[in-house]
Nanobody
Framework: QVQLVESGGGLVQTGGSLRLSCAAS????????AGWYRQAPGKQRELVAI???????RYADSTRGRFTISRDNAKNTMFLQLNSLNSEDTAVYYC????????WGQGTQVTVSS
C-alpha cells in the first residue's frame, strides 16, 4: 500500500521560510515523477513544482525563484523549501507522485501572516 506523508507546514510571517517534507512508502520512489501542489480556500488545486525521476524540475510562475524542490531517492523523500513567503502562499500543500498510478498525500497547512 502506497502512503505519502507530508510534514513541515505551519504558521509563518511574511518573508519567512518553511521546509516541507514528503515521505513515501510502498513504492519505488526513484522511478516516479514527484510534485507539490497547493489549494487555497475557494480556489482550485494548482501546481507548485514537479521533479522527474531524472531530476528535471518545473516550477509554477508564482513560485519560481522562491521555492526549491528536491528529492532524496535513497530515503524515499521529497522536499520543498519555501522562502520569501507571502499571504498568497497560504494554502494546503499536497505531495503527489505519478508512476503506473497517481497518489496524493493528506496535505499540510501553510499559513502566512502579515
Amino acid at each position: 500500500q502506497v502512503q505519502l506523508v507530508e510534514s513541515g507546514g505551519g504558521l509563518v510571517q511574511t518573508g519567512g521560510s518553511l521546509r516541507l517534507s514528503c515521505a513515501a512508502s510502498g513504492i519505488t520512489f526513484s522511478g516516479v515523477v514527484a510534485g507539490w501542489y497547493r489549494q487555497a480556500p475557494g480556489k482550485q488545486r494548482e501546481l507548485v513544482a514537479i521533479i522527474s525521476a531524472s531530476g528535471y524540475i518545473r516550477y509554477a510562475d508564482s513560485t519560481r525563484g522562491r521555492f526549491t524542490i528536491s528529492r532524496d531517492n535513497a530515503k524515499n523523500t521529497m522536499f520543498l523549501q519555501l522562502n520569501s513567503l507571502n499571504s498568497e502562499d497560504t494554502a494546503v500543500y499536497y505531495c503527489n507522485i505519478r508512476g503506473p498510478r497517481e497518489y496524493w498525500g493528506q496535505g499540510t497547512q501553510v499559513t502566512v501572516s502579515s
